[in-house]
């Protein structure tokens, strides 16, 4: 099948920012590839969707429905949704993905519970006229039995198979632009293995016990938190199927804010639950969620944030939490080398892994410093980028984890933009949180010993003293940033 002909770089440019239009010829040659590794069949019928759209379709609402028909594309367009990189109208055609009406037949449904559960009937199990809603890979149903109700989280049928088959095509991609960058003009940035983390993480989109055991941690994890609520699981549970309660509540970006002091406050209790909890934790791992876009971040009507769909989620371990505090006291210090040996401790550790480069880095943050001029402190929008350009640029060879640390970074940012709220409501939401940590520990710090890092905000006594030195500095650039 051709795709050459429908799918081509002038067909991409539009949808990029200027800045990004190069990389339509590498997108382009990525899907075409992408899209005729499919079977015959499936082929078929995208281009069949295709021709139903209206001929006024623009290309965004036909990129939209080509990522539905994909489990991996479409999961790929919920995070692109929150890349502000992109063409506004292809943004907001994405973040349909986030939430789509069931389309998976009620008869489908039932076959696939009273298999992997038995007779529904036999249960006392009331299953809903129809489903609540639909993602890449699932289907949600609401239920009732003789003491409560919830909801079914159910694979799609075959959908184990289809996500196999399009991960190992996205790895086989990562192949081809790593041979063929010098042709593309794209940075030499290890595609392949990039695309293999990439791939082994959405592997757990169908491993539904594994996002059980998820559930279970992150339930624990914000049990003090009286605002935050994860859903709790019922004993239906299987391979293919998770249950848990059924909560009542609105996508967070729908809410209805009807004032800027109600946008803040949700931004800050988005940025104190899902950054500053797994941040300043004092736990050796700290689980985060790794996929919170509009459709898994509820508001009931008490005002409490509700966490859906713990499928992707990470761990930031205690070396990934210190290097990422004292990259940020680094560059409020100017201090590039403390900058540097800070990120270089984000690389992969693993055997496929590598060095960091650190004279690439050293590129990297010099540069970042300078963008952040004398004054300016460290914002969280600033740690994003140098994340990002340190991937991008040094060939930083981050582990799996920390590349969904980062996506979920992006995606956090542009959702609190969404709301009508700022980014710096991130920024004193971490601030705030890092103070009140500091003052909380203080006592613990008496017996502790000089060089321990074990506190929430991953600074020893040492690192303290060292730093009441450079106390006036510092308190200016505070005062500057936060007056």
Not at 12 to 23: E, K, N, R
Not at 82 to 92: E, G, K, Q, S, T
Not at 363 to 376: F, I, K, M, N, S
Request: overall charge negative; proline content about 5%; hydrophobic content about 45%.
């Amino acid at each position: 099948m051709n795709w050459h002909a429908l799918i081509h770089e002038a067909s991409v440019q539009p949808l990029l920012a200027a800045d990004y239009a190069h990389f339509a010829r590498p997108i382009s040659e990525a899907l075409v590839a992408f899209l005729s590794g499919l079977p015959e069949d499936a082929q078929q019928e995208i281009l069949a969707a295709q021709a139903a759209l209206p001929s006024t379709a623009t290309t965004a609402e036909r990129v939209r429905r080509l990522a539905q028909q994909c489990p991996v594309l479409h999961k790929l367009g919920q995070t692109l949704a929150r890349d502000r990189r992109l063409d506004p109208a292809l943004r907001c055609e994405l973040r349909a993905l986030e939430t789509l009406p069931p389309s998976v037949p009620l008869a489908t449904i039932r076959a696939t519970l009273d298999q992997e559960l038995g007779s529904l009937d036999g249960l006392g199990i009331h299953v809903d006229t129809r489903a609540i809603a639909e993602a890449s890979v699932a289907v949600v149903i609401g239920y009732q039995d003789a003491r409560r109700s919830g909801v079914f989280k159910i694979l799609k049928p075959g959908i184990e198979e289809r996500l196999a088959l399009e991960l190992e095509l996205l790895q086989r991609i990562g192949t081809l632009l790593d041979e063929r960058c010098d042709a593309l003009a794209i940075p030499k940035i290890g595609y392949e293995e990039a695309f293999r983390r990439v791939r082994d993480k959405l592997h757990d989109e169908v491993r539904l016990g594994v996002e059980q055991r998820h559930l279970a941690l992150a339930a624990a994890q914000y049990a003090g938190r009286s605002r935050v609520q994860v859903p709790a699981l019922h004993e239906y549970c299987t391979a293919r199927v998770t249950a848990m309660e059924r909560v009542a509540g609105c996508k967070i970006s729908e809410h209805g804010h009807t004032s800027m002091r109600e946008r803040r406050d949700t931004a800050q209790l988005l940025a104190s639950t899902l950054l500053a909890q797994p941040l300043f934790s004092t736990h050796e791992q700290a689980l985060f969620h790794g996929d919170p876009h509009a459709g898994n971040l509820l508001r009931t009507p008490e005002g409490r944030l509700v966490l859906l769909d713990w499928s992707l989620a990470g761990i930031l371990r205690q070396r990934d939490r210190e290097a990422m505090v004292h990259m940020v006291l680094g560059a409020l210090l100017r201090d590039e080398r403390l900058v540097v040996d800070m990120l270089a401790e984000l690389s992969d550790d693993a055997p496929t892994g590598k060095p960091a480069d650190k004279a690439a880095l050293r590129a990297v943050v010099r540069e970042a410093l300078r963008r952040l001029g004398y004054d300016r402190p460290p914002s969280f929008s600033w740690l994003v980028g140098l994340l990002d350009a340190a991937v991008e640029q040094a060939d930083l060879t981050a582990r799996a984890d920390l590349l969904m640390f980062r996506k979920a970074l992006h995606t956090l940012s542009d959702l609190v933009v969404d709301i009508g709220a700022s980014e710096r409501s991130l920024d004193l939401t971490l601030f705030f949180g890092f103070a009140e940590n500091l003052v909380a520990e203080w006592p613990r710090r008496w017996l502790a010993a000089p060089d321990s890092r074990a506190f929430a905000t991953r600074l020893s006594n040492l690192d303290l003293t060292g730093l009441m030195f450079q106390y006036p500095l510092l308190a200016a650039r505070f005062w500057t940033a936060w007056t």
